[in-house]
């Protein structure tokens, strides 16, 4: 755990880059879709349970988002923060604190922080990551900064055994709906935008939501996924369907697939459906919450998280749309 670090006095060290000041994210870019493979695992410092890290252990400066309420400076064992952000939403880039790099010897400690693993080394988010850490290793020279990269599909359950065996990194970039779970549980430490120089209207709405629990606020969400709907004019034409206007409901999805298969012979709709814990639900959850479903009540103003919606009318509308969708031949069989 760092020492000597306050919270408001590491965020005017560390913001030389965008990155310091967002320490939180939606699905890790590319990670989000995919289980990626990572360095080899090693045994996690300190041990916890058994469990195995798959590193990118790097020494450098501790990140900004490290020092928030009841973080390191305090001797705590939480996470600092921890954010998502669910499809649909953004954030802004801008409204951080000034940044510097001035170095500044006065902190010194240890900061562990866990993110999921960049598979290409030239997708931008690694190319940022990699500039964050070589400007806090400028910054903060004396402040020990060790990152810890799970695969997507392993890190929450990883995060909720280290936890419980009070070994949990003092900040984790997690994904969208793991911050009120892991809220709930005691884990994480409430935060305020001010300390890291922004304000609620520099977000949707959605992306707050997605970190809130009890009307409190525990990360700072960074990632932009917005679902869209494509359709080739070409095949549209030449289903006798009008290539200048693209479907305007599900049913309309539904109906226009059934005509493009008839006409055409081509599956109509591009349904996703093989097991993945990141694209699959990504793709399932617009067509859940038109519907009326959802997990829980996520997709209410004011989520509770607390009753399951997967019984409701809504959830089984939307599984039956997929299942007419794809029993019928109007999604690829290779869907599954």
């Known amino acids: 755990m760092a020492e000597n670090l306050t919270r408001r006095g590491i965020l005017k060290l560390t913001t030389g880059s965008a990155a310091a000041a967002l320490l939180a994210a939606c699905g890790g870019g590319t990670a989000a879709t995919n289980t990626p493979a990572g360095p080899k695992a090693t045994a996690l410092q300190g041990g916890t349970g058994g469990q195995t890290a798959v590193p990118a252990v790097t020494s450098a400066p501790a990140p900004a988002a490290t020092a928030v309420a009841g973080s390191a400076a305090a001797g705590a064992t939480k996470p600092a923060a921890a954010a998502s952000a669910p499809s649909g939403t953004t954030t802004a880039a801008t409204g951080g604190a000034s940044p510097t790099n001035a170095p500044n ?25 990699d500039e964050w850490i070589v400007n806090l290793k400028k910054v903060l020279p004396n402040v020990t900064f060790k990152e810890e990269q799970y695969a997507y599909n392993d890190m929450l359950d990883k995060l909720r055994v280290a936890l419980r065996a009070n070994q949990g990194p003092d900040a984790a970039t997690i994904v969208i ?10 884990a994480l430490s409430e935060i305020n935008l001010a300390d890291y120089g922004y304000k609620p209207e520099n977000f949707w709405p959605g992306a707050l939501k997605s970190v809130t629990w009890n009307g409190k606020l525990y990360g700072i969400p960074t990632n932009n996924e917005t679902m869209a709907m494509i359709y080739n004019k070409d095949i549209f034409q030449k289903a006798g369907l009008d290539p200048n206007k693209g479907p305007e409901t599900w049913e309309d999805v539904k109906n226009f697939s059934k005509q493009i298969k008839e006409k055409t012979g081509k599956a109509g709709y591009g349904m996703v459906a093989k097991l993945n814990a990141g694209n699959t639900p990504y793709r399932f959850f617009p067509l859940l919450w038109a519907h009326g479903g959802g997990a829980l009540d996520e997709a209410s103003d004011n989520p509770k998280y607390e009753k399951s919606s997967f019984d409701n009318e809504g ?13 019928n031949g109007w999604a690829p069989q290779s869907s599954l």
């Open 315 to 327: 959830t089984a509308a939307a599984l039956q749309w997929l299942q007419d969708v794809y029993v």
């Open 177 to 186: 709906q793991w911050c009120p779970e892991l809220a709930a549980s005691g």
């Open 105 to 129: 010897a006065t902190p010194k400690g240890n900061v562990l922080y866990w993110q999921t693993p960049y598979d290409d080394p030239t997708v931008l988010d690694s190319k940022y990551h």
